[in-house]
Nanobody, 123 residues
Framework: QVQLAESGGGLVQAGDSLRLSCAASGRTFAISPMGWFRQPPGKEREFVGGISWSGATTYYADSVKGRFTVSRDNAKNMVYLQMNSLNPEDTAVYYC????????????????WGRGTQVTVSS
């Protein structure tokens, strides 16, 4: 079993940057693909980005491509989401999750979830 805890959220202005962290516990973390999702106010949870277990391959939603970067440090059991050029549409609760197989854009393909961290971007 894997437990996840996100951190690094906060209130920022448009154009600012934030780095979210996801701390994982559990021996299977280092071999698990990971994903980042977000849930804007009043909307459904959506895929943001993902990373293969080795870190060699990353995936992004079109809405964040070129602005967000997913990375991981398996030695530290950490996954990161670097967010640049934030805009108010990025306001959401952000979650990290463990994929059951490969990285997927579908939240149903993820087995373990953190509790999320709030990111609010003011205009």
């Amino acid at each position: 079993q894997v437990q996840l805890a996100e951190s690094g959220g906060g209130l920022v202005q448009a154009g600012d940057s934030l780095r979210l962290s996801c701390a994982a516990s559990g021996r299977t973390f280092a071999i698990s693909p990971m994903g980042w999702f977000r849930q804007p106010p009043g909307k459904e949870r959506e895929f943001v980005g993902g990373i293969s277990w080795s870190g060699a391959t990353t995936y992004y939603a079109d809405s964040v491509k070129g602005r967000f970067t997913v990375s991981r440090d398996n030695a530290k059991n950490m996954v990161y989401l670097q967010m640049n050029s934030l805009n108010p549409e990025d306001t959401a609760v952000y979650y990290c999750a463990v994929a059951t197989s490969g990285v997927s854009r579908n939240s149903f393909d993820y087995q373990y979830w953190g509790r999320g961290t709030q990111v609010t971007v003011s205009s």
